[in-house]
């Protein structure tokens, strides 16, 4: 079973829907971080995350550290938004990053 | 914020040789991570590369194969050696600030 695990793997969403996804972690962390990948493009980082809730624009990001589960919102979904969405935890001394399989996420029109 | 430029971008290369990858941060990071992404699965941590001293390697990856310098805060570099086509995959070099995250462009590697 992997540390982190993210659901669904696919997902396919019409314009304007609200768009969640999940990511569950079996280990202690110090943080959690939400990140984007869009396709031939790099890794960006969307939101840190120890604790609560954080918004950034349409993107909504919160974390229960006692159920060890974090969920990424998007709201009025659009076609731009269609990318692969990883979770990743930190932890340990060394604060190394272990990382989910990603959701992958396509937004038609 | 900080950017890490990542060389090269891609290569193919032939069974038995050997590759340099470099990460150039344009500013200081405290920590720097090679991480692999084989086909279909998950970024996984080759090493942390310290500076001054020898990396810290996980468990199943070892010197020999993929030799790590990092001569300062701003610059990494990740051999794989003695390539065989198990090697194939994108590595990624990440450097860490404590709270933030920077990522290099990674590498995708075919080896034939």
């Known amino acids: 079973k992997n540390e982190v695990e993210q659901s669904p793997q696919n997902l396919t969403a019409q314009e304007g829907e609200f768009i969640t996804i999940n990511c569950s972690y079996s280990v202690g962390i110090s943080a959690l971080h939400w990140l984007q990948q869009h396709p031939g493009g790099g890794i960006v980082s969307l939101f840190m995350l120890s604790s609560g809730k954080k918004k950034h624009g349409r993107l909504i990001a919160t974390i229960n550290i006692q159920e060890k589960h974090s969920s990424l919102h998007i709201t009025a979904s659009h076609p731009r938004d269609s990318a692969v969405y990883i979770c990743a935890v930190r932890s340990g001394t060394a604060s190394k990053l272990t990382f989910g399989t990603g959701t992958r996420l396509q937004v038609t029109l | 914020s900080a950017v890490i430029s990542q060389k090269p971008s891609r290569d193919i290369c032939q069974r038995g040789t050997s590759l340099t990858i470099q990460c150039q941060v344009d500013?200081?990071?405290?920590?720097m991570f090679w991480y692999r992404q084989q086909p279909g699965q998950s970024l996984t941590l080759i090493a942390t590369?310290?500076?001054?001293?020898?990396?810290?390697?996980e468990s199943g990856f070892v010197i020999d194969k993929f030799p790590i310098s990092r001569p300062n805060l701003t610059f990494s570099t990740l051999t794989v050696s003695n390539m065989s086509p198990e090697d194939s995959s994108i590595y990624l070099c990440i450097g860490s600030t404590g709270e933030k995250l920077f990522f290099g462009s990674g590498t995708q590697l075919s080896v034939l």
């Open positions: 590369a310290n500076q001054g001293s020898e990396a810290t390697y």
């Open positions: 500013s200081q990071v405290t920590m």
